[in-house]
Structure formats: C-alpha cells, structure tokens
C-alpha cells in the first residue's frame, strides 16, 4: 500500500492511502474454482475465457510456471506447480500483453479480391498540419506507415523550374517536399508494420515529360517492390495476400490531352489548332477530383473529363507512367447513377467526398454498395476542413467504401474510431468486408443501412477496475491536492441503432480505481460496431481531465476476462495504465 502526500493552503499536508491493485470477487472466485484442481483450470481458460486448443495448452504452461513473459512472481514458482497462486493468477489476468482484449495475428482470409476488404488510408500524407499553410514532409508518412496505414497519398506538382516533381497541397501556402525523398521514406518504412501491399495514390497535375520522369522514379527507388499489373483490363482486383509486399500505384491514366486532339483534327482535318492549349500545359488531372476546388456536387456534364475509355486515345497514349498503374481511378462524371455503374469487364476506383457520399447514399444507397462489392471507392474529407479534422466513417463503412481517407494528424474522435477499427484482423491495415456487404439477393437486393434490424447479438461489458496512472503520471497531473477522481465512460459507436455511451460511478481520491460495474450493449450490426472506452477524472470546477482511451472492434473481442491498455489522445498506447474488464456474448 502506498500513501501520497498533498499540500494544500500553503502550510497544510493532506496524506492519502492509495491500496495496491486487488483482485476483484469475480477473480477471487474463479481462482477459488479451480485452486486445487488443474483441469478445473483448464475448464476455465477454455471455457470461461474462450481460448482455442493451443492457446489454452500455452497459457496453461505460463500459469504452471514453465514461462514467465514478464511477471516476477511466475519466475520463482516450480514448473511442476499445478495450479497458479492468487496473486501470480491476478497478475497474468491484468497483464495486457499476456491476457490482451483481441488477437494480435493475422486471421482472416486474405486470398480474396482486394474490393473485398476496408483499407487503412491516410489523406494529403505529406501534410505535418492543417490544410492551408503547414508544411509538407516525409515525417507524417513514415509515422503513417508505422501507424499500419496502407494508403498513403501524395499530390503531385511541378517545381518552381518546372523540371523535377514536387509534393505540397496545391493552391495552398503549404511548403513543399521532393517527391524522390517522400519515396524514398516509403520505400524505407513501407513494411514495418503489416507485410500486406501498400498503395500509393498519387493526385497528378504533371505534364507528360514529368509523369515519365515520376514512372522513372518509382521504378528506380522501389525496384521489385513495385508491381507492375498486365496491361490487359483487369475484370477482378488481385488480392492481398497475392500482393504481399508489394507497392501498388493508384491513379488517373495520364492524359496527353494536346497530343490526342491534334492526332485527332489531322485524322478529321477539322478543328481549331490554335484553341488546344500551350505545349507542356495539360488540364490538372486531380484524382480527388473536387476537392481542391471545394465542389461537393456531380457535374452533370464535364467538358474536361477524362477519355481513358476511348479506345483510339489509349493506343495513342501509352507509356511507362500508364503501366504502372494498377488500380486506375477517375472523378464522378455525369450522373451519379451512371458514375456508379458497374462495368463487368473492368474494375476501378471512384473517389468521392464526405458530402458526395452523404448524398449518394441518401438516394442512390443500394447502387454504392453493388459499386463496392467489386470496384474501390475512396471517400475523402470535404475541403472545409482546413484544420485537418475528420468526419464519421460509419457510413461510408456501411455502404462498403474500401478507403476511408483520413487526417492522420487530425487527432478527434473520429481518427480514434478509425485507429480502432483497424485494430482488428492483427492490426495488418487490411479488414475483411461483412459478408452482407458482399451479398446480392435473387432481385439484386443489398444490404440497407436505414432498415429497422433485430438485435443479432447481446454484449455485456463489465468493467473492474484500472491501474497504472500512478506510475505514468505525477501525482499533481489530475489534481494538485488530491489523488484523482475517475469514472470510465463505455459505449458503441455503430450504426445509429446501436450507438450509445455509458458510465460508472465516480471513484474519490483513489490511484486505483475499483468499479466493478457491468454494462449491456443491445447490436443489430455487430460486425461494424466499436467498443469505445474512456477514463476520465471527474473536476467539479473544470473541464475533466483525460485519463485514457480505446476503441476496440467488437467482432474481435475475446470473451472472459481481459486486461485492456489505454491509450492518449493521439492513440499512443501508454506504459502502464490498463483497465480490467469483462467481455460476454449472449
């Protein structure tokens, strides 16, 4: 037990009594149950815990004293102890990194098409700020990529002279970064945190003398990694695990716009010469589109869209940049309903903004997600955001948008939904689509986000208690005369039906809290829903500190008792701070 001192009123010392963590009654009781029978034990971590064959066999050998992966206590027991202490019991319980909340492998299948999976995706990468003025650098992309992050962006422009590449946030007072050293990061950091493929989307505003100078970069700097598809139409996406360390390029098909309307006028002898525009001048090819001029409607008709569908202009721009884009991508053109058409013998990605997605699922929802169940839509942030702030993905995730593109820097809420959801299936950045998502009925029927759903599952959140701030933050951090006050905020973030948020009762002046309160979440979509976890510190006077948060998948929860670690605002997992809760599916 450890006692903490706190002046108050210049003169005065208050002195508090802060017990160690204690195991709560439900831990005491499942001890109890199997304290002098090892295959009651065995019962537990099987059944009660849920664990498969192996991972029992292998706890059970850590519970016997064979391993000790960190707790003290175990390292002295015997490795013929049948059954764990209370105390070593305990501390394998509250450890994250032994009893964690989800799985840490890999363990979804990997081996279907690409359009089959959500994918972890950063927007404006290079960006160190917000979207007007902050600089661009390769900082933000390797923090990205060892975020998990498997879509990074880059926009493209010419420098001052015209004759290298650089990335910055055009029309804006952002500084800008040499494309060669943001690929050269890439290159560097591209696999450190998931070995499945990375894309790199690139929004062109190049002339064709430096696309071919971009496709002699990425050739050079990335070598093998680069993959380079057939040039025959792809009828079906590869799939990750296919592309396993694999860089994959994602853009327009470069359009030599001046070249194709001369070729075409010497073949008609009609046309105005004089009209095209100035050698080296290309329309900006931009593959988010609308979002650097701010328009959030489709264009019912657009004199600058692209002619990649026509044949004749394909022939006659073909090049190295073309070959090496895999995933070719293209702006909202036309009606909506015709931008959403699939195509049976090509597959390809649109790119819409929030506001476009908010619209087109309103009246064309059905057709966004027959869009997805084969081709990539990427949904960005809408250009009003100048301070890097992010918006809700639930809905794109809803209707089956694979790039959810996000402000890695924008550190709300929303990104630690995101930071969340892709937590799941290892934390690899790739996640598996619901099958509904992926379904069509006899009628051509899909899923629909705004139908009245059952309750398909019952999840009951217990939580115990926590521990840890004592030894990652000063005793003055939450209150400079007192030890805090903490109370643990619990809920859904889901589809509308589902989400809700809970909280316990508020524990005084205690450095380890105990609640042992339980909570239950009714799910009508479980398998898009997210646990979210946050532990405040109650201030009468003043806005409550933050003490900690998570956000955990709710499909991928192991039931039982878990340690669950806490992470900061910005999804840094602390040392020390975990909370000890409870997870069942009824």
Known sequence: MGSYAYKYCMCFTRKFRSPDAQPPPDVRAAHLSFASDAHALRRFVAGGQGESPADVDRILAMLS????????????????????????????????????????????DMSAPFSHYFVFTGHNSYLTGNQLNSDSSDVPIVKALQRGVRVIELDMWPNPSKDNVDILHGGTLTAPVEMIKCLKSIKEYAFCASNYPLVITLEDHLTSDLQAKVATMLTETFGDLLFVPNPDPMKEFPSPASLMKRIIISTKPPQEYKEFLKAENNRSGSGNIAELPDQGSLRRID????????????????????????????????????????????????????????????????????????????????????????NILRVYPKGTRVNSSNYDPMNAWTHGAQMVAFNMQGHDKALRLMQGFFRANGGCGYVKKPDFLLRTGPNGE???????????????????????????????????????????????????????????????DQWVPMWDEEFTFLLTVPEL????????????????????????????????????????????RYKSVRLLMRFDFV
């Open 446 to 508: 899909v899923f629909d986000p705004k139908a009245s759903l059952p309750v398909k599952k019952t999840l009951k959140v217990k939580v115990y208690m926590g521990d840890g701030w004592r030894m990652d933050f000063s005793k003055t951090h939450f209150d400079a005369f007192s030890p805090p006050d903490f109370y643990t905020r619990v809920g859904i973030a889901g589809v509308k039906a589902d989400s809700v948020m809970k909280k316990t009762r508020v524990i005084e």
């Open 287 to 374: 593959s988010n589109a609308d979002e650097s001029d701010g328009k959030d409607e489709l264009d019912e008709q657009d004199e600058e869209d692209s002619d990649e569908d026509d044949p004749k202009f394909q022939q006659d721009t073909a090049c190295e940049y073309r070959k090496l884009i895999t995933i070719q991508a293209g702006k909202p053109k036309g009606h909506l309903r015709d931008a959403l058409k699939v195509d049976p013998d090509k597959v390809r990605r649109l790119s819409l903004s929030e506001t476009q997605l908010a619209k087109a699922t309103i009246s064309h929802g059905a057709e966004v997600i027959r869009f997805t169940q084969k």
């Open 65 to 108: 004293g064979g391993h000790s992966h960190g707790i003290a206590r175990l390292v002295t027991r015997s490795p013929a102890a049948s059954t764990p202490t209370l105390e070593d019991f305990f501390a394998f319980l509250f450890s994250p990194d032994l009893n964690p909340p989800i799985a840490h492998q890999v363990h979804q």
């Open 529 to 572: 829903a997210l646990l979210r976890v946050e532990v405040q510190e109650y201030d009468m006077s003043e806005k409550h500190d933050f003490g900690g948060q998570t956000v955990l998948p709710v499909w991928e929860l192991k039931q039982g008792i878990r340690a669950v670690p806490l992470h900061d605002r910005k999804g840094v």
